[in-house]
């Protein structure tokens, strides 16, 4: 048992470091193609900017929500003659949840990198498949393989 314990303290920081999140990956997926190809893929982006003599191209999801947190705030909901209802929330604690995705081209217009950041970027392939280029796609590509009996 002891054995066991110690192995794990002792790869606990390697895991660390091979840690690769999906966002990492999926931005990954998109180097040595052409922006247009993102494009076609994830729309237009929401700003185009050059900074320290890079391209860069972002875009951004916002989703605003209001919480109501320790009796802060109060919600008054109503119904219609047809059963609808309707809910108005005053008070609380606006919460914004965000996904912001930057892509780095060269001069000829082709991926060489990018990054991302956010509290609301999908965490797993089946959430974020579209983000993921579908010509260097390696979750299908891992799904080709067959065990043989």
């Not at 047809?82 to 217009?109: M, P």
Request: with cysteine; proline share 3%; glycine share 8%.
């Amino acid at each position: 048992m002891k054995k066991l314990i110690i192995l794990c303290l002792l790869l606990t920081p390697l895991s660390a470091f091979a840690w690769d999140s999906f966002m990492d990956k999926c931005i990954r997926s998109w180097i040595g193609y052409p922006l247009d190809s993102v494009i076609k893929s994830w729309g237009y982006p929401v700003q185009e900017k050059n900074i320290a003599g890079k391209k860069l191209y972002i875009w951004e999801t916002y989703d605003y929500d209001t919480d109501v947190i320790d009796g802060t705030g109060w919600t008054i909901t109503s119904t219609d003659r047809k059963g609808r209802e309707t809910s108005f929330t005053s008070g609380g604690q606006l919460k914004v949840e965000f996904c912001r995705k930057i892509i780095e081209v060269d001069n000829n217009k082709n991926v060489v990198g990018g990054q991302w950041e956010g509290n609301d970027c999908p965490k797993f392939y089946l959430v974020g498949k579209k983000y993921v280029n579908p010509a260097n796609n390696e979750w299908e590509s891992n799904k080709s393989i067959k065990i043989r009996s």
